[in-house]
């Protein structure tokens, strides 16, 4: 498939000026509880805000940091900062404090939108000369809750001049914007940071557009009359996507909601938006359907999603036990795919009328995928044969130029036009993948490779089982698997379960990959992807053992 994007492109129109030439400036863009954005409001927005930046002195390729909650607010910076051809990075404002002071020099942002906690860490941490020699401006917004006013500070700040709305409605107006080439840098990406501190992929206008245009619009099918929701967060650029570029891409409506999210919050978003596309992981499913059986088992009505067209998937492996679950009880497909970082979103995705359980799917049509051998040092080495785990390659037109201050990195990972994932697959004969894991997660156990979500999967096929976490321990100098297990309401902890999960571990794999320990607990760390946190739990252990 060939997708072509002429020299001159920028993604605020792609995504959003694009829109109002349409006529479809009256769509309603962006729901926070009962208030509603048009098209024309967000645009009317970002063209103040590019109008700000420009006016403070940011130029072309230049980053703007922001750390944002998902208010409305995020659409119209994102797509301001665009405009003006500065480079959008993004963070989450509940990280520690030092993890901010970390993004806000290895971006050398130049301009700061925040959240008043984050805005007075920063600030002070400025004052006393730690970060932001590059910075030239920081406002901020209300950390509002859904339905709260979210534009105005109200003079919550000592700092008049910190509000973004006043600064916005003060800026000089401006006709002419940047003009940008599709191959210049739009918007960083951040890994999850599980070896280290997170790298930022640096992506091309182009790469965001290639991408809505196989996978948004041509696999799973976003139209104009849909209505999104996302349990990640919009600074994730699974939930950047999904949530906010590829439903303005189509001139659909996006609700937010900024509360941390957990199954009661959710349900009252899909309650308040009935949205048709939800954007969830797979420990979110899960949790739905244990929240479904408490309402349920006290008499309840349970969850009505009768609105979603479909749910997406990704982040981490979506067990098969899990979709058959949530097929016997709701009526709506998930279409689970995997996508990273390095490749702005998803290649490879279960979509309409083709989902196949425990896989990921095929191949998005204008990506290519191969499996190959784990110590290949090129795209070109023979791949493996169907059924054979290997390290999943993939080439397509959205690929980072590389990781930002990390050649060394960026040499390992990209070859030409292909990336090296890191990811362990293998694909059968018909062509879907199957996920077995991180090539740098893999345990020797008894001399032998155990993948820890090969345990996982397994563990969560028993009835008893709403979620489970494996990791390596040492044991008398050897290594062990360790399970630790989140039961589903009903189910009691003990000796006996946890034997019983051993057992049926060792039925259903070959015997050196059962979990030698199992713990069962209230539930496991998450990385703020939502994806289960391993280095969390192997530090925690390592404290345990300490």
Not at 51 to 56: E, F, I, K
Not at 406 to 419: I, L, M
């Amino acid at each position: 498939m060939t997708t072509t994007f002429p020299a001159a492109f920028n993604l605020a129109d792609y995504y959003l000026f694009d829109r109002l030439r349409e006529g479809k400036g009256d769509n309603i863009a962006v729901r926070f509880g009962e208030t509603t954005w048009t098209y024309d409001d967000v645009a009317s927005r970002a063209r103040g805000f590019a109008s700000l930046l420009l006016s403070v002195g940011v130029r072309r390729g230049e980053r703007v940091l922001i750390i944002l909650p998902d208010v409305p607010p995020f659409a119209w910076t994102l797509f301001g900062t665009l405009a003006a051809g500065a480079v959008v990075t993004m963070g989450n404002p509940d990280v520690p404090a030092g993890a901010l002071e970390y993004l806000v020099e290895y971006t050398r942002a130049t301009v700061i939108v925040t959240v008043p906690k984050v805005y007075v860490a920063l600030r002070e941490a400025m004052k006393q000369q730690r970060i932001g020699a590059d910075v030239r401006a920081m406002w901020a917004v209300p950390d509002a809750p859904t339905g709260s006013e979210c534009e105005s500070l109200r003079g919550e700040l000592e700092d008049a001049g910190a509000d973004l709305s006043v600064a916005i409605s003060q800026a000089p107006a401006r006709d002419a914007w940047p003009q940008t080439h599709r191959d210049e840098p739009a918007i960083w990406l951040f890994t999850s940071g599980s070896t280290g501190e997170p790298k930022a992929n640096i992506h091309a206008h182009r790469d965001f557009a290639f991408n809505t245009e196989v996978y948004a619009k041509g696999t799973v099918g976003y139209a104009e009359g849909d209505v999104t929701v996302s349990v990640p967060r919009l600074y994730f650029g699974y939930a950047t996507g999904t949530n906010l570029l590829f439903p303005f891409a189509v001139g659909a409506s996006v609700g937010l909601f900024s509360e941390r999210p957990t199954p009661e919050a959710l349900t009252r978003a899909i309650i308040a938006y009935r949205p048709t596309i939800v954007t969830n992981v797979p420990t979110m499913l899960g949790k739905l359907l244990d929240h479904d059986e408490m309402l349920t088992s006290r008499g309840e009505f349970g969850l009505d999603f009768s609105s979603i067209r479909f749910s997406l998937s990704a982040g981490e492996a979506l067990p098969e036990a899990l979709l058959n679950r949530w097929n016997a009880r709701f009526a709506s497909d998930v279409y689970d795919g995997i996508g990273s970082a390095e490749m702005f979103h998803i290649y490879a995705s279960n979509r309409p009328g083709d989902v196949r359980p425990g896989s990921l799917g095929k191949a998005v049509e204008g990506y290519e995928l191969r499996v190959l051998a784990e110590e290949a040092d090129g795209p070109g080495a023979p791949e493996c044969e169907p059924g054979e785990i290997g390290v999943l390659w993939v080439r397509g037109d959205s690929a980072s130029m590389g990781y930002w201050l990390d050649r060394d990195k960026s040499f390992k990972t990209f070859f030409g036009h292909w990336c090296r994932t890191g990811d362990l697959f293998k694909k059968d004969a018909a062509g879907y993948l199957y996920f077995a894991g991180r090539s740098d997660e893999l345990l020797k156990v008894s001399g032998l490779w155990v993948s820890p979500v090969e345990v996982e999967e397994c563990l969560m096929n028993h009835p008893a089982v709403a979620l489970a976490a494996v990791i390596g321990v040492d044991g008398d100098g050897l290594m062990k698997t360790k399970a630790f297990v989140v039961l589903r309401q009903g189910h009691e902890a003990s000796t006996a379960l946890a034997s019983e999960l051993q057992a049926f571990a060792k039925e259903r794999m070959t015997k050196h990959k059962y979990p030698r320990i199992v713990e069962f607990v209230a539930d496991v760390p998450k990385n703020d992807r939502g994806k289960v946190d391993r280095k969390a739990l192997r530090a925690l252990e390592a404290a345990r053992s300490a």
